[in-house]
């Protein structure tokens, strides 16, 4: 659980392990709180690598965050820069911009690169999100409900094939944070609620 600051979206945001907890039932909940006048953010991560594979993230409804809420769920290697950090990332959030159409995206590094991002829309509801890493490809898919079995009603799928990173010492991370909004700054606590988490090798 991390207890340090960091610099993502733009704002140097407070992390606090009070954020970050799980439920009778297992379930991880992650929330931003105000803190001595600012807001406070969580993360957890897994403590190693699990490199290629399938994860499988199932999240209750998250149409109800601020604008300016990011809630991430990504592969990240503090050591692998010269892969961009081994990132690969499951996206929901609207950037600081009320307005914006699309609430959620599949990435990966460096996102400048035009095609590395696939832009969606989540509907309101649990949602689970699929994302299955393999040398030189790495493939995403958004599933109503909590079963990945077929026949699940698809909100959104996209597959990268270049820029794929290799594994390194990447680790899961659960990334709820504040991205810095002039035009929508974040107002209220938000929530969020990870249901289950899932690798198949």
């Not at 009070?18 to 009778?24: E, I, S």
């Not at 290629?52 to 998250?62: A, K, L, N, Q």
């Not at 659960?174 to 899932?198: A, C, D, G, T």
Request: glycine share 8%; with cysteine; net charge negative.
């Amino acid at each position: 659980i991390r207890t340090i600051a960091g610099d993502r979206g733009g704002l140097n945001n407070f992390y606090d392990a009070d954020n970050a907890w799980t439920d009778n039932t297992g379930a991880l909940h992650l929330r931003m709180k105000k803190r001595d006048g600012r807001w406070a953010c969580a993360e957890a991560e897994l403590s190693r690598s699990l490199g290629y594979g399938t994860y499988i993230i199932t999240v209750r409804d998250v149409t109800h965050l601020e604008p300016a809420a990011v809630l991430s769920l990504n592969t990240f290697d503090d050591w692998g820069g010269d892969q961009h950090f081994r990132e690969l990332d499951v996206e929901m959030s609207r950037w600081g911009d009320a307005d914006r159409k699309d609430n959620a995206q599949y990435g990966i590094q460096p996102f400048y690169i035009p095609g590395n991002l696939a832009p969606f829309t989540v509907p309101a509801g649990t949602l689970t999100h699929v994302m299955r890493w393999e040398s030189g490809r790495a493939s995403f898919k958004t599933v109503r409900g909590t079963s990945v079995q077929p026949g699940a009603p698809v909100v959104s799928e996209h597959v990268f094939t270049a820029q794929v990173p290799t594994p390194g010492q990447e680790k899961f991370q659960f990334l709820f944070y504040v991205v810095e909004s002039h035009k929508n700054p974040l107002q209220r606590e938000n929530e969020v609620v990870i249901e289950k988490f899932q690798y198949l090798p």
